[in-house]
């Protein structure tokens, strides 16, 4: 028997016309040199199921007023580009990506970058006309947020573990379609325009976004929001693909017709309202979607095993993404990266705790699958417990060594807070139960 993701009202209409001209359905993220990394294997891997299912059992279901007191708070946050006049940035919070110009930095297989490159880049920013445009805009495809405008990649010195591919410095953030931005000016080659999200800023292709109107705005902005519950959809006009679509793209409904809303773009570059159907089930589901044992299940075990991928890069994940993406569907906002994501909840310290104390004190006040743990630079969802152990959901990059390197991981993975323990030649002070700090609970 078919299960259907349940909402906090009736679930999604499932349309049943064959004929849409354009249609959500079930895809595929294309393959990359990302998926040919590295994915090593510890004992965690082999001999925990890769299935939150167990453990989604665990959690405790929200109550439908707490679920939608955060899906307020969700909504409010997710428009709030569309409700400033200013990028209201520090001045230091502009330039900061500059710092690149002073260090070594390489291309991805070992070629030095020229000071001089980075000084275009600089030129090309065009910070003189810095909140000239001052435009509400929104993206109409899966796009990305780059530290400089431009698509080249660079990093630190590739021949250590974990300063080369996938960690190219000039990848700010992924960004879904049907995201609302604030546009504060052109780079000088009018190819880019400096954006700010509600959860990132940084430098987006034209191509990729188009402005809005009031009028636009007022039929967007509707209060009839639905969430994309499976990864990696197609949406597809006239045959054609427009984008893939993450889990966790939000499309208003369109109440009349039942249709999903998302943004073209006309010639003169303005956001034009399209809609889109779908013929399958459990794809997408109004938010926010119940937390109940079911939902959280279907939602996180498709995270399972998508490749690390810094800032999202080609179309995946890292540690901050998942916990972002998880959440999202529940109605519970995250920012973007692991160290705000700590400051957004109930924050619990386990520093200088010993590690069997530290151990206890997660089993003890941490919650089943609505509970993050925080390391300075990466972030894991709390699963449960198995054996008296805490059981974590991480997009994990790797185990530090005693020698330096990394056993590369290089996926999303279920382990135990000490994964990689049972290699003579882990580095014991870089393992994770060591490094925690706290439990952030929601």
Known sequence: MKKFIFTLGLFTTLSTSLFAVTLLSIGERTRSDIDNMPSNQINDTLFIDQDPTAFSQQAEPMSAMEQLDYDD????????????????????????????AKRKMYRRFGERIPKSWFQTQIKNSNFDNYNALAQHAITIKHTNLKLYPTNKEFYYNTTRTGEGFPFDYNQNSSVYMNTPLFASHYS????????????????????????????FQEVFENNHYYITTTDNLNLIEDEKMITLVKMGTIFPQDSLTNEYIFAGKDEEGYATIKKTKV?????????????????????GKQLVGEPYGWGGKLKTRDCSTLTRDFFAPFGIYLPRNSQQQAKS????????????????????????????????????????????????????????LKNGKKHIMGRAIISTTKPGAERADIKKKSMLLNTIKGVINF
């Open 279 to 299: 013929n399958e089930v459990n794809i997408i589901a109004r938010k926010p979607i119940k937390f109940n044992a079911f939902n959280i299940s279907y939602i």
């Open 73 to 100: 708070v969700y909504n409010e946050k997710f428009f709030e580009p569309w409700h400033i006049s200013d990028m209201n940035l520090l001045e230091g919070e502009k330039i900061w990506q500059f710092m690149f």
């Open 345 to 400: 909840g109930e924050y619990i310290s386990v520093k200088g705790l010993s590690l069997e104390e530290k151990q206890q004190s997660i089993l003890e006040n941490a919650k089943s699958c609505r509970s993050l743990l925080f390391v300075p630079g990466h972030i894991m969802l709390y699963l449960g417990e198995k054996d008296n152990e805490p059981i974590i959901l991480h997009n994990y990059w790797g185990v530090r």
């Open 188 to 215: 000088l080659d009018g190819r880019w325009i400096y954006v700010k999200t509600a959860f990132a800023f940084g430098w987006m292709e034209v191509e990729s976004m188009a402005f809005v109107t009031p009028s």
